[in-house]
């Protein structure tokens, strides 16, 4: 059995790298083997062709889409740049054939290593990746600078869930694609994260930076930013969306940390 790791980000050493390193460890820890490769090293090329998806396959570099089609699993990850996946990512995705990912599993994480803006939006665009490919993906993991440490745990313990989903590999019911969508649907609608807007993601920011700035802020700076947490809370928990993001904003900046 092989996990494939996938590092999006140009940087070796970076976040990505540290993350999708973790993921490995967690599958090889179960017995699989792991192969980490990083597309930089790859004559990735955006899609510039005239056709269709079968042209745009012929963009990767082939070494590259037979590593993903002999994988029995994908963990992919990718540094957020400006709210998005970056666009070597991007590439890869537009163009890699790979044939067998009906129901392969794979798990996928986006790093917004700055501000932290981009975490859900960021791991929601390879999650919709995942789903038009019709993998069948497990935990997504939006990460920021704030949740490093547990972003590095739980990817631990979802690649090592990862090598269970390949024992009992189970592709989408359906002889061709277009056959496949109400099952694939079904099985994304268990996903978390696949719904979640903007304010939502100023609610995580807002809670990671409540967990990890617990014994090294100021106690009234905490103090304050709970209670704007919970005030917003109480608001979306009320319907007025815009209030309450305004308020999570405001907890968020209250603890905010810049370098
Ligand atoms: C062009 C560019 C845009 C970026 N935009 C964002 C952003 O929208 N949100 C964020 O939190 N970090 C942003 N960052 C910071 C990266 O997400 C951060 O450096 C991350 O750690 C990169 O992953 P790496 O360490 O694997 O390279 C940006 C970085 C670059 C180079």
């Given at each position: 059995m092989i996990i494939l790791g996938i590092v999006g980000s140009p940087r070796r050493n970076g976040r990505t790298a540290q993350l999708a390193q973790a993921a490995l460890e967690g599958a090889a820890a179960q017995g699989a083997q792991t192969r980490l490769i990083y597309l930089v090293d790859y004559a990735l090329r955006p899609f510039t062709g005239q056709g269709n998806a079968e042209e745009a396959e012929t963009f990767c570099p082939e070494t590259l889409s037979l590593l993903c089609e002999e994988a029995d699993a994908l963990v992919l990850g990718a540094p957020v740049y400006y709210g998005d996946i970056n666009g070597l990512t991007k590439d890869f995705m537009d163009t890699v054939r790979i044939?067998?990912?009906?129901g392969k599993p794979a798990l996928g994480f986006a790093i917004?290593?700055?501000?932290?803006?981009g975490l859900l939006s960021g791991v929601q665009s390879i999650y919709h990746w995942f789903y038009h490919r019709q993998f069948r993906a497990i935990d997504p993991t939006p990460v920021s600078r704030f949740n490093m440490a547990e972003a590095v745990a739980s990817l631990r313990q979802s690649g090592a869930r990862l090598v269970e989903e390949v024992v009992k590999f189970q592709p989408f019911?359906?002889?061709?694609?277009?056959?496949r969508w109400a099952d694939v649907l079904a099985h994304y609608a268990t996903l978390p994260y696949f719904d979640a807007d903007p304010v939502d993601e100023f609610f995580l920011l807002a809670r990671q930076l409540l967990a990890c700035r617990r014994g090294n802020a100021p106690e009234e700076t905490l103090a304050l930013a709970q209670a704007d947490y919970d005030r917003a809370l109480a608001l979306l928990q009320e319907g007025q969306r815009p209030e309450a993001g305004r308020l999570a904003v405001r907890a968020y900046e209250r603890l905010y940390y810049r370098g």
């Open positions: 044939r067998n990912s009906n917004a290593g700055g501000s932290g803006k019911p359906g002889r061709a694609r277009d056959d």
